[in-house]
C-alpha cells in the first residue's frame, strides 16, 4: 500500500498543465492558475510540494508570491519553473529565509523535472526540518529528556512512517514499530492517527488495533 505525495502546482498555462499532469501522474497533484488561489489551497491543505511558475494568471508573478507562500507553509519544498528569470533572479530566488529549494528553466525537461520533485521530496522539507532541529539540539547540548528533543524525536518518526508510505508497500504493525522506534503502541498510533489527519498517509493508516492495518 504505497501513498503518493502530494504536490501543489502553480501553473497557468495549458500546455504545462497537461505536461505536468502526464510526468507526475504517480503524484496526487493538485492545480491552481494563480499565487491568490494557492494561498487559498494552502488553507485547505499543505501539500508535500509546491511547483510555482513565475508567470501566471492575471499578471500575477510566482516570486512575489513566494514570500507568503512560505509565511504559510515555511517547510514545504518549494520548485520555481520560469522561462523569464535572469541568473540574478534565480539566485535571489534561491537566497534568503523565503526561498525557493531549486529554479528549472522552461521548456521544461520532464527527467530533470521528475529528478528535482524526487530529490526535494526526499531530502528537503521535513527531512531538512529534522536534520536542522538535530543540529541545535547538538549545539544547545538538549538533554534527552528535554521537550525540544522529544518533539524531535517525534517529527522524525512521522518522517520515517512517510517515506515507508510511499518507497513501498507497507502496512502498519503497532506492535512492531513501537518496539523498532523504541516507544510505546500508543505513541505510534497517535502518530499514525496525526499524519492521517494532516492527509500525509491514507485512512487505512489509522489502525483500529495492534494488529489492525
Known amino acids: 500500500m504505497e501513498f503518493a505525495a502530494s504536490i501543489l502546482v502553480v501553473e497557468d498555462d495549458p500546455q504545462q498543465v497537461r505536461l505536468y499532469a502526464q510526468a507526475l501522474a504517480g503524484y496526487r497533484v493538485t492545480f491552481v492558475a494563480s499565487g491568490t488561489a494557492a494561498l487559498a489551497a494552502l488553507g485547505e491543505r499543505i ?13 500575477e508573478l510566482g516570486l512575489q508570491f513566494l514570500p507568503r507562500l512560505k509565511a504559510v507553509a515555511a517547510h514545504v519544498p518549494v520548485i520555481i519553473v520560469s522561462g523569464t528569470l535572469d541568473v540574478r533572479a534565480q539566485l535571489a530566488a534561491l537566497s534568503g529565509p523565503a526561498s525557493a529549494h531549486y529554479v528549472i528553466e522552461k521548456p521544461v525537461d520532464v527527467e530533470e523535472l521528475l529528478r528535482t520533485v524526487r530529490r526535494a521530496l526526499d531530502e528537503c522539507g521535513l527531512p531538512e526540518t529534522v536534520a536542522e532541529l538535530r543540529s541545535l539540539e547538538q549545539a544547545e547540548l538538549i ?71
Open 47 to 59: 501539500p508535500d510540494l509546491i511547483i510555482l511558475d513565475h508567470v501566471l494568471q492575471s499578471g
Open 143 to 213: 538533554e534527552n529528556g528535554d521537550r525540544e528533543r522529544l518533539f524531535t524525536e517525534r517529527l522524525a518518526r512521522q518522517v520515517e512512517l512517510i517515506r515507508r508510505f510511499r518507497t513501498a508497500p507497507f502496512r502498519p504493525n503497532i506492535s512492531q514499530l513501537a518496539q523498532e522506534f523504541g516507544v510505546d503502541r500508543k505513541t505510534i498510533r497517535r502518530d499514525l492517527h496525526d499524519l492521517v489527519a494532516r492527509g500525509q498517509l491514507p485512512a487505512t493508516a489509522r489502525p483500529e488495533s495492534d494488529n489492525a492495518a
